[in-house]
């Protein structure tokens, strides 16, 4: 044989000439190798088909905590026939004496036609040689018994009843020179380190790109001086939607487009002036009959302005920058551009100096930060900014303009009713959208499909 051989691979071959069949475990005692020495070896020599690997699987019982007790005070059937040896006893004395375990024992011993009931007596009617079960009690003990020293109809026996026995399974592996490699002289071969052998494949823990993109949002939002605004992911109807003078009957607050929790209500909406004043905007606007139990349905929240708007309408900040990062959820059907559940960042600018242009600069100083340089901005509709416009970015891969961020000023309808005096810049998007950028996918989905292969290798900076 000219293979070159390890000094470890040499030292279990040597313990196998000896001992033909032995575990790992057997090997690490005679070879005096540790045990992470024993196991690369046994890897090393399988793979050069040096030795034979084979796994078998042995079986062990303990007893259980009903099988305890029976060890300390014998089996409940036994307890019962010994207090009838002495002649018939009555039934209510038993259950005093016998306590929890009288049940089954009288169960277990009229099965096997060992006692009589006579009025409120039982006694005696046949004695048996052996009590099935004892036998495998006291072998067993405290400790862990292989199969092959027990009685299996015994065991059956225990089995089908409740915590007696507890089944133990230890797989096992044997070691021993393949057929080919039994006439192997160790001194006869040459020592040396496989430099072709392959290395374990470690995978290093990391975030998801998916997450790395939101932490990286958020730095660069803080880092431009806003503050984080949380809110709950539920949210009434009332901030959701007629805060930001979304009629009650528009398309959008239907089922098919939105999640509501079903059968609850929000009993504490806004405060009595809010409603007022919101349910005025949307009458003489609108022009119709607002009712508010609608604004008391309770949605999973369609988009994070539900945050800032409640926000802002509680604190009324004369100057302020704020944004709210967090899951949105729309009743949509899931494409490789569209999720149900997606996650949103949203952010305000109130001062009264505030102009479509700072918010545009904004734009520009977010989208240079986050890598993205070629933008632009086309005028659109948006149900509660006026004017409104939407963000553009060229993507390089497709070769064509994409619509990302959607933004503008809060309309009076929207800010006068709860409040606000002083203009709101605003906008939002899907992370997604971006992440998606960054990382060259055109499928959103694949953010969610666990694909290991991708997730392991995907360069963390893009």
Not at 193 to 217: S, Y
Not at 271 to 280: D, L, M, R, Y
Not at 419 to 425: C, Y
Request: charged content about 30%.
């Amino acid at each position: 044989m000219s293979q070159v051989l390890h000094e470890i691979e040499k030292k279990i071959i040597s313990s196998l000439k000896i001992n033909e069949n032995q575990t790992p475990e057997q090997l690490e005692e005679s070879t005096k190798l540790s045990s992470d020495q024993i196991r690369r070896g046994i890897e090393w020599l399988r793979l050069k088909e040096i030795i034979n690997v084979n796994e078998t699987q042995k079986i062990f019982y303990r007893l259980g905590k009903n099988g305890l007790e029976s060890l300390e005070n014998g089996l409940p059937e036994k307890r019962l026939l010994q207090l009838l040896f002495d002649g018939p006893r009555n039934i209510t004395d038993l259950q005093k004496e016998l306590g929890p375990v009288f049940g089954p024992s009288i169960g277990l011993a009229r099965k096997n036609n060992w006692i009589e009931t006579n009025n409120n007596e039982i006694s005696l009617k046949n004695k048996p040689d052996k009590i099935p079960g004892e036998k495998t009690i006291e072998i067993i003990q405290k400790e862990k018994t292989s199969i092959d020293v027990l009685d299996k109809t015994e065991i059956e026996y225990l089995q089908k009843r409740p915590d007696f026995l507890e089944e133990e399974i230890e797989k096992i592996k044997e070691i021993s020179l393949s057929e080919s490699s039994k006439n192997i002289q160790v001194s006869e071969l040459p020592v040396g380190i496989d430099v072709e052998a392959k290395v374990p494949q470690t995978f290093m823990g990391r975030t998801h790109p998916l997450k790395d993109t939101i932490d990286e949002i958020r730095e660069i939002f803080v880092t431009l001086g806003f503050s984080e605004i949380i809110g709950n992911m539920t949210q009434s109807s009332f901030w959701n939607f007629d805060a930001l003078f979304t009629p009650q009957d528009h398309p959008a607050r239907e089922m098919q487009d939105t999640f509501y929790l079903d059968g609850i209500l929000s009993k504490k909406i806004a405060t009595p002036e809010q409603i007022k004043k919101v349910s005025a905007s949307h009458k003489n606007n609108w022009k119709y009959s607002w009712d508010i139990r609608e604004s008391q349905k309770m949605v999973l929240r369609t988009h994070t302005t539900c945050v800032t708007i409640k926000h802002l309408a509680e604190t009324k900040p004369d100057e302020a920058r704020f944004f709210s990062l967090g899951r949105v959820f729309r009743n949509e059907k899931v494409s490789y551009k569209h999720l149900v559940e997606f996650n949103q960042i949203e952010g305000v600018v109130i001062g009264k100096d505030a102009t479509l242009r700072n918010l545009m600069g904004i734009q520009r100083e977010f989208y240079k930060r986050i890598g993205i340089t070629k933008i632009k901005f086309w005028p659109t509709f948006f149900p509660y900014t006026e004017p409104s416009l939407q963000t553009m970015v060229y993507n390089d891969r497709l070769g064509k303009w994409v619509e990302l961020f959607g933004m503008g000023i809060f309309r009076p309808e929207v800010t006068k009713p709860l409040g606000i005096t002083k203009p709101v810049l605003a906008w939002g998007g899907g992370i997604e959208r971006i992440a998606m950028l960054k990382y060259g996918l055109d499928d959103v989905r694949e953010f969610y499909n666990n694909n290991l292969d991708w997730l392991r290798n995907v360069p963390k900076c893009q």
